[in-house]
């Protein structure tokens, strides 16, 4: 692992958002407990048409005081940080992801050269399902045929169309995919493909294909979160298919800022070694 590589990588996805505008803009309708506090685990919220509705600022639900891989005994002093999932998106899962040969020598390398070709930390957009995993706002907007995700890094954005569209024959690669979703019962069922050969799922620098199918399962099983349970189809650079589940907690009093990668940056020119 370089220091300068994880000091680097750190400070680009780890901005931490002291404050927003509008910082006292209080947010309506939040159920409260008896002694006043917010009630995250009050019923999910529901649309005119019954279905959950998943409007609102979400962001990972933190995880770790300072993940093991980026830990040096100064990088964590922030409050918004990368989550276990952010640095390796199969932690959790028993026997790690199952990489072809070839891929898991390809993300040796990646840590090897930690944060030096991640396209997250040279400013790139972030891409499905990495996106999820950040510390990054996300704005959700709910409609009957549209749900839009809006992403505090760089005013990037995300179009999920649920209005019986059917896939791209032969999609043009590009970060964020062409995304449908479908409601079966309470979850939304959301199908992309068409990812760019070149994108990162996490910081480790885990691959996906362009020949990759993403199948996320979002659900809001109450007022506070947001889980989203991801299947990467993949079998360029995985022997098998492989999911894990992502969970965000809801942002309140707050609004969306500007978070423009490398505006004012000056963590760059302190940075040592290789």
């Known amino acids: 692992m370089r220091v300068a590589g994880c000091a680097l990588s750190l ?5 931490s958002v002291t404050s927003a505008q509008w910082i006292t803009i209080e947010t309506k309708g939040v159920p409260r407990l008896p002694d006043g506090r917010p009630n995250l685990s009050a019923p999910t919220p529901r649309t005119l048409d019954g279905r959950p509705d998943f ?31 952010a640095v390796n998106i199969g932690y959790g899962l028993a026997e790690g992801l199952p990489y072809q040969p ?3 020598e390809l993300v040796r390398k990646r840590r090897a050269d930690f944060s030096k070709d991640d396209p997250h930390s ?9 996106i999820w995993t950040l510390p990054h706002r996300q704005k959700v907007f709910q409609t009957a045929d549209v749900l839009v995700v809006l992403n505090e890094f760089n005013a990037a954005y995300r179009q999920i169309f649920t209005d019986g569209r059917a896939l791209p024959v032969d999609p043009q690669p590009s970060w964020n995919g062409y995304s449908t979703g479908k409601w079966m019962g ?16 996490d910081i480790s620098g885990s691959p996906i294909g362009e020949g990759a199918r993403l199948t996320e399962r979002i659900r ?36 969306m800022i500007d978070e423009v990668c490398l505006e004012n940056e000056k963590s760059a020119q302190h940075l040592v070694g290789k």
């Open 11 to 15: 400070a680009l996805v780890a901005v």
């Open 55 to 85: 409007s609102g600022i979400w962001m990972l639900a933190p995880d770790s005081p300072c993940p093991d891989l980026i830990r040096d005994g100064q990088d964590c002093q922030e409050k918004d940080l990368p989550s276990r999932q």
């Open 102 to 104: 070839w891929a898991g």
């Open 122 to 130: 040279h400013c790139l957009p972030s891409n499905p399902p990495r």
């Open 186 to 201: 309470d979850t939304l069922v959301v199908d992309t493909i068409g990812l760019r050969d070149d994108v990162w799922l």
């Open 220 to 255: 809001r099983p109450d007022y506070g979160h947001l889980e989203i349970e991801v299947t990467v189809d993949d079998p360029k650079n995985y022997t098998k298919p492989w999911t894990v589940t992502i969970h965000d907690v809801i942002q309140l009093n707050m609004e």
